[in-house]
């Protein structure tokens, strides 16, 4: 059994997205890889299923995979627009695939959320009118970590007119190249900045091992899961600037990071269990095209 504060860290915070590379898998075997992860013993790490609107269609020959008790959780990922006239006009289409889709079997599917990139040139009254356009739905909106910060304070605005922040960062943290890797202080300044402002954040690429390394296939070292989403949480929690966040996106060594049933501790900062799980509400997940390489590296440290 993995230690409490393991599992409150990681607690669905793997979404697959194995039709993206790496890994590119068709529809079908990717389906079917998420059918067995619902099953598997580590289900609790596992987050929705990255989809790609325009498979909604294709994906209805496949819903026989899941059942009522463990059914296909999507997260919608929008076609990407390159300004907002051409946005406003694939949101609308994107708003009505959704409803389309999840109506067709309420027990075997769900669209929980909703990723999608913001051009350049959106403002407040546009990103008000895409709330009405999807409700409710969590909506998790890309920019470039050098928009990240103004990004977040636009969506900050729009949350305090509601209840309970639906509107969350998306942060691109890698790729198949090194050119995708954005650096730790830009990393450490997207986290800092949605702690200030209670908005909800999510990552998506190159965060498939638990601690930052260097990996010959990108040429560059890759980010690792165990360091971003420590740091978003211990940044939250201690307050942290943007160096000492960067500090600990950068750490090598497995043996700083620490698990127990009472707390999480990187080095000697260290936070509770209850204030993990409510920082983590704000630190929602990542995308991964595996669910078996993280689980794999977490046992090689024998965190799992």
Known sequence: MPAASLRALLAHSIDYAGMFPPCSLELEPALGKQAQYVRSED???????????????????????????????VSALGPKAENAAAFREALEETAASIRSFSAHNV???????????????????????ARSVIGNLPAFWEAPP???????????????????PTFGFKLRTGGVTADAFPTSQQIARALVTPATHQVPIKFTAGLHHPIRQYRDEVQTKMHGFLNVLGAAVLAAEHKWDAHQTAAMLEDENAESFSFDDEFFAWREW????????????????????????????????NFL
């Open 107 to 129: 027990d075997l599917v769900s669209v929980v959320q909703l990723e999608m990139f913001l051009p350049h040139d959106i403002e407040l009254g546009l990103l008000r009118e």
């Open 146 to 164: 050098k928009r990240g910060e103004e990004t977040i304070a636009l969506l900050a605005e729009l949350n305090s007119d509601v209840d309970k």
């Open 270 to 301: 260290k936070i509770d269990i209850k204030p993990l799980k409510n920082r983590r509400k704000f630190v929602t997940s990542f995308g991964s095209c595996s669910f078996d390489e993280p689980r794999e590296d977490l046992r090689a440290l």
């Open 43 to 73: 289900r609790w790490m596992l987050g929705t299923f990255v989809l790609p609107v325009e498979g909604f269609e294709a994906a209805k020959e496949f819903l026989s995979l899941f059942d009522p008790q463990r059914p296909l959780r």
